[in-house]
């Protein structure tokens, strides 16, 4: 089994347009439909972003250990766990956003990919490509740029993570 830690470091991928960070990225701009026949995991991640204006490159450029910020809203849509997958299958290892389309965050956190909920995120707080720290259990995220408050991961969805996803959680392991 995989060790998990509740404090994660790497390399943030701002997601931003003018300034600002880019909100209600739904589902479909996560991970085209047109993929969607796609039923191998590790081939999912060359599609991530595919459908983001000005992002479509993510999946060439990224690297294991890599976490994406968005603003608000961050997988509105329809329920497409291929949406979470990709992300998986490129090695980001944590997601962090203002807010979350519900059934993405439900999605991320069966799956073991870690959702970083910061509401009063600023737009400019945090730099493209900056090294930064979460630490899941308190909600801190922090920078060269600064540090933020966010909401600490539920005790369920911990140990969700912990275990590794639902089913390795159901099976206690």
Not at 55 to 68: C, I, L, N
Not at 78 to 98: M, N, P, T, Y
Not at 111 to 119: F, G, M, N, Q, T
């Amino acid at each position: 089994m995989e060790k998990r830690t509740l404090v994660l470091k790497g390399r943030l991928w701002v997601l931003s347009r003018d300034g600002e960070l880019i909100s209600d990225i739904d589902t479909d701009m996560i991970y085209h439909n047109a993929h969607l026949a796609v039923t191998d995991v590790s081939k999912m991640g060359q599609y991530a972003f595919g459908n983001l204006k000005g992002y479509e490159e993510f999946a060439k450029q990224a690297r294991p250990g890599d976490m994406v910020l968005a603003g608000a809203n961050f997988g509105s849509g329809s329920s497409r766990q291929h949406a979470v997958d990709c992300f998986k299958a490129l090695g980001v290892q944590a997601v962090i956003a203002r807010s979350f389309g519900a059934i993405y965050k439900r999605n991320a956190i069966n799956s073991a990919l870690p959702v970083l909920e910061i509401p009063a995120l600023a737009d400019e707080a945090f730099a493209h490509f900056e090294q930064v720290e979460i630490d899941l259990g308190t909600g801190t995220l922090r920078g060269p740029s600064g540090s933020v408050q966010g909401k600490p991961m539920s005790g369920v969805a911990r140990d969700i993570y912990m275990a590794g996803g639902l089913f390795e959680f159901a099976r206690g392991e």
